[in-house]
T-cell receptor, first 116, second 113 residues
Framework: GAVVSQHPSRVICKSGTSVKIECRSL??????MFWYRQFPKQSLMLMAT?????????EQGVEKDKFLINHASLTLSTLTVTSAHPEDSSFYIC????????????FGPGTRLTVL | AQSVTQLGSHVSVSEGALVLLRCNYS??????LFWYVQYPNQGLQLLLK??????LVKGINGFEAEFKKSETSFHLTKPSAHMSDAAEYFC???????????FGKGTKLSVKP
Protein backbone atom coordinates (compact mmCIF):
# COMPACT_ATOMS: atom_id res chain seq x y z
CA GLY A 1 0.00 0.00 0.00
CA ALA A 2 0.92 3.63 -0.26
CA VAL A 3 3.20 5.14 2.35
CA VAL A 4 2.75 8.36 4.24
CA SER A 5 5.50 9.59 6.52
CA GLN A 6 5.40 12.05 9.38
CA HIS A 7 8.26 13.85 11.01
CA PRO A 8 9.03 14.06 13.82
CA SER A 9 7.48 11.05 15.46
CA ARG A 10 7.83 12.57 18.88
CA VAL A 11 8.56 16.09 20.08
CA ILE A 12 8.81 17.69 23.48
CA CYS A 13 8.87 21.47 23.64
CA LYS A 14 8.54 24.29 26.09
CA SER A 15 5.38 26.30 26.41
CA GLY A 16 5.35 29.25 24.03
CA THR A 17 7.48 27.70 21.33
CA SER A 18 6.32 26.65 17.87
CA VAL A 19 6.51 23.16 16.47
CA LYS A 20 6.35 22.09 12.84
CA ILE A 21 5.14 18.66 11.80
CA GLU A 22 5.68 17.39 8.28
CA CYS A 23 3.49 14.96 6.40
CA ARG A 24 4.71 13.44 3.16
CA SER A 25 3.14 11.07 0.68
CA LEU A 26 6.05 8.98 -0.54
CA UNK A 27 4.76 7.21 -3.60
CA UNK A 28 1.75 9.14 -4.83
CA UNK A 29 0.63 12.70 -5.30
CA UNK A 30 -1.94 13.84 -2.80
CA UNK A 31 -3.99 16.83 -3.75
CA UNK A 32 -5.70 16.59 -0.39
CA MET A 33 -4.22 15.89 3.00
CA PHE A 34 -6.03 15.83 6.31
CA TRP A 35 -4.84 16.63 9.80
CA TYR A 36 -6.39 14.83 12.72
CA ARG A 37 -5.92 15.11 16.43
CA GLN A 38 -6.35 12.19 18.78
CA PHE A 39 -6.73 12.53 22.52
CA PRO A 40 -5.88 9.58 24.77
CA LYS A 41 -8.31 6.71 24.43
CA GLN A 42 -10.43 8.64 21.96
CA SER A 43 -11.09 8.63 18.26
CA LEU A 44 -9.59 10.86 15.60
CA MET A 45 -11.02 14.32 15.22
CA LEU A 46 -10.54 16.17 11.98
CA MET A 47 -8.76 19.47 12.46
CA ALA A 48 -8.37 20.71 8.93
CA THR A 49 -8.26 19.78 5.29
CA UNK A 50 -5.20 20.80 3.34
CA UNK A 51 -5.43 21.27 -0.41
CA UNK A 52 -2.34 21.82 -2.50
CA UNK A 53 -1.99 25.41 -3.59
CA UNK A 54 -4.88 26.78 -1.58
CA UNK A 55 -5.75 27.74 1.95
CA UNK A 56 -6.63 25.00 4.37
CA UNK A 57 -10.18 24.49 5.50
CA UNK A 58 -10.50 24.32 9.26
CA GLU A 59 -13.14 22.52 11.26
CA GLN A 60 -15.28 24.47 13.65
CA GLY A 61 -13.48 25.25 16.86
CA VAL A 62 -9.98 24.85 15.44
CA GLU A 63 -7.95 28.06 15.57
CA LYS A 64 -6.40 28.65 12.18
CA ASP A 65 -3.89 31.14 13.57
CA LYS A 66 -2.68 28.59 16.07
CA PHE A 67 -2.54 25.61 13.80
CA LEU A 68 -0.92 26.82 10.60
CA ILE A 69 -1.17 24.50 7.65
CA ASN A 70 0.82 24.74 4.47
CA HIS A 71 0.44 22.41 1.52
CA ALA A 72 3.33 23.51 -0.62
CA SER A 73 3.48 20.57 -2.97
CA LEU A 74 1.54 17.50 -3.98
CA THR A 75 3.58 15.40 -1.58
CA LEU A 76 4.09 17.64 1.44
CA SER A 77 1.84 19.30 3.98
CA THR A 78 3.02 20.88 7.20
CA LEU A 79 1.22 21.65 10.44
CA THR A 80 2.78 24.28 12.67
CA VAL A 81 1.53 24.56 16.22
CA THR A 82 2.31 28.14 17.16
CA SER A 83 2.92 29.29 20.72
CA ALA A 84 2.25 25.83 22.00
CA HIS A 85 0.69 25.31 25.42
CA PRO A 86 0.31 22.17 27.52
CA GLU A 87 -3.29 21.75 26.35
CA ASP A 88 -1.95 21.33 22.81
CA SER A 89 -0.23 18.13 23.89
CA SER A 90 -1.75 15.39 21.82
CA PHE A 91 -1.21 12.84 19.08
CA TYR A 92 -1.40 14.44 15.65
CA ILE A 93 -2.00 12.24 12.64
CA CYS A 94 -2.05 13.21 9.00
CA UNK A 95 -3.57 11.35 6.11
CA UNK A 96 -3.12 11.74 2.41
CA UNK A 97 -5.80 11.01 -0.11
CA UNK A 98 -4.77 8.99 -3.12
CA UNK A 99 -7.16 10.22 -5.79
CA UNK A 100 -6.50 7.27 -8.06
CA UNK A 101 -8.88 4.38 -8.74
CA UNK A 102 -8.93 3.33 -5.12
CA UNK A 103 -9.60 6.81 -3.69
CA UNK A 104 -8.11 5.70 -0.40
CA UNK A 105 -6.73 7.68 2.50
CA UNK A 106 -3.40 6.57 3.87
CA PHE A 107 -2.35 7.60 7.33
CA GLY A 108 0.98 8.69 8.67
CA PRO A 109 2.44 7.11 11.80
CA GLY A 110 1.51 10.11 13.93
CA THR A 111 3.42 12.69 15.96
CA ARG A 112 3.28 12.73 19.74
CA LEU A 113 3.55 16.35 20.91
CA THR A 114 4.25 17.07 24.55
CA VAL A 115 4.30 20.69 25.67
CA LEU A 116 5.90 21.29 29.03
CA ALA B 1 -24.92 13.21 7.41
CA GLN B 2 -22.67 10.23 7.71
CA SER B 3 -21.88 8.69 11.06
CA VAL B 4 -20.45 5.52 12.50
CA THR B 5 -21.26 3.71 15.73
CA GLN B 6 -18.98 1.06 17.14
CA LEU B 7 -20.66 -1.10 19.73
CA GLY B 8 -18.38 -1.97 22.59
CA SER B 9 -15.41 0.16 23.48
CA HIS B 10 -13.54 -2.91 24.69
CA VAL B 11 -13.70 -6.50 23.48
CA SER B 12 -11.72 -9.30 25.06
CA VAL B 13 -11.28 -12.73 23.48
CA SER B 14 -9.08 -15.74 24.08
CA GLU B 15 -6.33 -16.63 21.66
CA GLY B 16 -7.80 -18.79 18.91
CA ALA B 17 -11.35 -17.56 19.47
CA LEU B 18 -13.53 -15.72 17.00
CA VAL B 19 -13.12 -11.97 16.83
CA LEU B 20 -16.23 -9.90 16.15
CA LEU B 21 -16.09 -6.12 16.23
CA ARG B 22 -19.33 -4.35 15.48
CA CYS B 23 -19.87 -1.28 13.34
CA ASN B 24 -23.08 0.34 12.23
CA TYR B 25 -23.21 3.26 9.90
CA SER B 26 -25.57 5.98 8.86
CA UNK B 27 -25.27 7.44 5.41
CA UNK B 28 -27.53 9.29 3.05
CA UNK B 29 -25.63 7.98 0.06
CA UNK B 30 -24.07 4.59 -0.75
CA UNK B 31 -21.13 4.56 1.62
CA UNK B 32 -17.52 3.65 1.37
CA LEU B 33 -16.62 1.90 4.62
CA PHE B 34 -13.26 1.20 6.17
CA TRP B 35 -11.67 -0.62 9.06
CA TYR B 36 -8.36 0.63 10.41
CA VAL B 37 -6.14 -0.80 13.13
CA GLN B 38 -3.98 1.28 15.43
CA TYR B 39 -1.21 -0.10 17.59
CA PRO B 40 -0.06 1.95 20.60
CA ASN B 41 1.59 5.23 19.65
CA GLN B 42 1.29 4.48 15.97
CA GLY B 43 -0.79 5.74 13.09
CA LEU B 44 -3.65 3.92 11.44
CA GLN B 45 -3.21 0.98 9.14
CA LEU B 46 -5.90 0.12 6.64
CA LEU B 47 -7.29 -3.36 7.22
CA LEU B 48 -9.92 -3.38 4.52
CA LYS B 49 -12.48 -1.27 2.76
CA UNK B 50 -15.84 -1.62 1.08
CA UNK B 51 -16.45 0.36 -2.10
CA UNK B 52 -19.72 -1.09 -3.39
CA UNK B 53 -18.21 -4.09 -5.07
CA UNK B 54 -18.39 -7.42 -3.25
CA UNK B 55 -20.26 -7.26 0.03
CA LEU B 56 -17.78 -9.59 1.72
CA VAL B 57 -14.46 -7.85 1.89
CA LYS B 58 -11.25 -9.61 2.79
CA GLY B 59 -8.45 -7.65 4.32
CA ILE B 60 -5.00 -8.14 5.71
CA ASN B 61 -4.05 -10.32 8.68
CA GLY B 62 -6.99 -12.66 8.15
CA PHE B 63 -9.68 -10.08 8.82
CA GLU B 64 -12.83 -9.71 6.79
CA ALA B 65 -15.99 -7.65 6.96
CA GLU B 66 -19.42 -8.00 5.46
CA PHE B 67 -21.46 -5.09 4.25
CA LYS B 68 -25.14 -5.58 5.09
CA LYS B 69 -27.26 -2.79 3.74
CA SER B 70 -30.44 -4.02 5.40
CA GLU B 71 -28.77 -3.86 8.78
CA THR B 72 -26.56 -0.83 7.97
CA SER B 73 -23.70 -2.83 9.39
CA PHE B 74 -20.08 -3.52 8.52
CA HIS B 75 -18.86 -5.85 11.26
CA LEU B 76 -15.25 -6.97 11.34
CA THR B 77 -14.44 -10.62 11.95
CA LYS B 78 -11.50 -12.94 12.22
CA PRO B 79 -11.96 -16.69 12.75
CA SER B 80 -9.07 -17.15 15.16
CA ALA B 81 -7.55 -14.41 17.27
CA HIS B 82 -3.82 -14.06 17.63
CA MET B 83 -1.98 -12.25 20.38
CA SER B 84 -0.66 -9.80 17.82
CA ASP B 85 -4.22 -8.72 17.01
CA ALA B 86 -4.44 -6.81 20.28
CA ALA B 87 -4.90 -3.18 19.23
CA GLU B 88 -7.47 -0.44 18.75
CA TYR B 89 -9.80 -0.84 15.79
CA PHE B 90 -11.62 1.99 14.09
CA CYS B 91 -14.52 1.79 11.69
CA UNK B 92 -14.89 4.75 9.34
CA UNK B 93 -17.19 5.98 6.63
CA UNK B 94 -16.31 8.33 3.82
CA UNK B 95 -18.30 11.38 3.03
CA UNK B 96 -17.22 14.11 5.36
CA UNK B 97 -17.80 17.61 4.11
CA UNK B 98 -14.17 17.84 3.03
CA UNK B 99 -13.89 14.34 1.70
CA UNK B 100 -12.50 13.24 5.03
CA UNK B 101 -13.29 10.03 6.85
CA UNK B 102 -15.65 9.98 9.79
CA PHE B 103 -14.51 7.65 12.51
CA GLY B 104 -16.23 5.66 15.14
CA LYS B 105 -14.99 5.90 18.72
CA GLY B 106 -12.91 2.78 18.37
CA THR B 107 -12.90 -0.65 19.95
CA LYS B 108 -9.96 -1.90 21.93
CA LEU B 109 -9.34 -5.59 21.34
CA SER B 110 -7.58 -7.58 24.02
CA VAL B 111 -6.43 -11.14 23.39
CA LYS B 112 -5.90 -13.43 26.36
CA PRO B 113 -3.46 -16.33 26.17
Amino acid sequence: GAVVSQHPSRVICKSGTSVKIECRSLDFQATTMFWYRQFPKQSLMLMATSNEGSKATYEQGVEKDKFLINHASLTLSTLTVTSAHPEDSSFYICSARDPGPTDTQYFGPGTRLTVL
Amino acid sequence: AQSVTQLGSHVSVSEGALVLLRCNYSSSVPPYLFWYVQYPNQGLQLLLKYTSAATLVKGINGFEAEFKKSETSFHLTKPSAHMSDAAEYFCAVSGGSQGNLIFGKGTKLSVKP
